[in-house]
């Protein structure tokens, strides 16, 4: 009988344990969620739609991401994540490097944030790389 108690409570942590790892809210989870949205927004190969759905309120700052992306550097980026820190459940800070060719932007503090249950691309990171062209659209000031 002692056996049979045994088992039940080692079944009962297994699933309660299984029901706290989702994909939502545990560190290494939304790192990779973080990571991934991060390489897609950046990616040369990337379509605007889908650029827009991993950004921060994307369908706000569509334009924005076209812009991004017509530029002639955008067809050779690439973006390598090298920490993310987590903020709470909902935010999180980001140290990237963007990749043009062989040059490089050095390392760049961004965002991510939790929207609708997936880890996006912090706006304000889009703004403050798209600023350093020398012009901050409408999109970014309000």
């Known amino acids: 009988m002692v056996g049979v108690r045994r088992l039940g409570v080692v079944l009962l942590l297994g699933l309660a344990l299984a029901a706290c790892g989702g994909s939502g809210g545990g560190t290494p989870d939304a790192s990779?969620?973080?990571?991934?949205?991060?390489?897609?927004?950046?990616?040369?190969?990337?379509?605007?739609?889908?650029?827009?759905?991993?950004?921060q309120d994307g369908s706000r700052f569509k334009s924005v991401v076209q812009q991004f992306a017509s530029n002639p550097l955008a067809?050779?980026?690439?973006?390598?994540?090298?920490?993310?820190n987590l903020q709470g459940a909902n935010k999180a800070n980001v140290v990237y490097t963007i990749k043009f060719g062989n040059?490089?932007?050095?390392?760049?503090?961004?965002?991510?944030?939790?929207q609708n249950g997936?880890?996006?691309?912090g706006f304000a990171s889009l703004c403050k790389l798209v600023a350093l062209a020398g012009t901050t659209p409408s999109a970014c000031k309000s």
């Open 32 to 55: 990779a969620q973080i990571k991934s949205a991060y390489e897609k927004f950046f990616a040369a190969n990337t379509s605007l739609s889908d650029r827009v759905a991993v950004l």
């Open 75 to 84: 067809k050779d980026v690439s973006v390598t994540v090298s920490s993310v």
């Open 103 to 114: 040059t490089s932007l050095g390392k760049q503090p961004g965002t991510a944030v939790l």
């Open 118 to 121: 997936q880890w996006k691309v």
